[in-house]
């Protein structure tokens, strides 16, 4: 298709049609980029600060799902500076916690049978045979601790820990409101730095 001859509203359904989740992603930022931006539009920052710790605890739920990471980073940013960091990293990771845990509910509920069926994969069965077992103990556990911990989505992390049958809801929940209170504390503590 010759995208230079067409009409703009049409090269944008287009796009909107071939490409929704992008299109759903970018949103999101554009979202994230007034919210944080938006300070100098003072009813809309009273507004965010309004909403104190309860706004950390959504922003919390916010910062485990991709689309909306960067909101919550957004809200975070804006909070950090008029709530106590300690308490807001707390509560914080809690919110992010139970998203979590809805994730990894649902994982391991719906993908149960894929995930034993990929475990019999000969490239899964021959990488689990030679992967030593201390690497294999340590490895994904870590590796999904500091997915969880980062912007990067959640969903990854928790499908990581979720498809490891040893890892039981109680060691989940630790590791995960451990690598999310982090990656919160660090936005928070950047937060008041910019402030």
């Given at each position: 298709?010759d995208y230079?001859?067409?009409h703009?509203?049409?090269?944008?359904?287009v796009?909107?049609?071939k490409?929704?989740?992008?299109l759903?992603?970018?949103?999101?930022?554009?979202?994230?980029?007034f919210?944080?931006?938006?300070?100098?539009?003072l009813?809309?920052?009273?507004?965010?600060?309004?909403?104190?710790y309860?706004?950390?605890f959504?922003?919390g739920?916010?910062?485990?799902?991709g689309?909306t990471?960067?909101?919550?980073?957004?809200?975070?940013?804006?909070?950090?500076?008029h709530?106590?960091i300690?308490?807001?990293?707390?509560?914080?990771g809690?919110g992010?916690?139970?998203?979590?845990l809805?994730?990894f509910r649902?994982?391991?509920a719906?993908?149960?049978d894929e995930?034993?069926?990929?475990?019999?994969?000969?490239?899964?069965?021959?990488?689990?045979?030679?992967?030593p077992?201390?690497?294999?103990?340590?490895?994904l556990?870590v590796?999904a601790?500091?997915?969880i911990?980062s912007?990067l989505?959640?969903?990854?992390?928790?499908?990581l820990?979720?498809?490891?049958?040893?890892?039981?809801?109680?060691?989940?929940?630790?590791?995960?409101?451990a690598?999310n209170t982090?990656?919160i504390f660090v936005?928070?503590?950047?937060?008041?730095?910019?402030?």
């Amino acid at each position: 298709m010759d995208y230079q001859n067409i009409h703009p509203a049409h090269a944008a359904r287009v796009y909107m049609e071939k490409y929704p989740k992008f299109l759903l992603l970018f949103i999101t930022f554009l979202l994230a980029y007034f919210l944080f931006y938006g300070r100098n539009n003072l009813a809309l920052h009273a507004f965010v600060i309004s909403t104190g710790y309860l706004g950390i605890f959504i922003a919390g739920l916010m910062f485990s799902y991709g689309f909306t990471t960067a909101p919550a980073i957004s809200l975070f940013l804006i909070l950090a500076e008029h709530q106590n960091i300690y308490a807001a990293t707390i509560i914080g990771g809690f919110g992010a916690l139970l998203s979590d845990l809805i994730i990894f509910r649902f994982i391991r509920a719906s993908f149960a049978d894929e995930i034993e069926k990929l475990s019999k994969e000969k490239l899964i069965v021959e990488l689990d045979h030679h992967t030593p077992s201390k690497l294999k103990k340590y490895f994904l556990p870590v590796m999904a601790g500091f997915i969880i911990a980062s912007p990067l989505p959640d969903e990854i992390g928790v499908t990581l820990l979720a498809s490891i049958r040893s890892i039981s809801t109680s060691l989940f929940t630790l590791i995960s409101y451990a690598s999310n209170t982090f990656g919160i504390f660090v936005i928070l503590t950047v937060g008041k730095m910019i402030s």
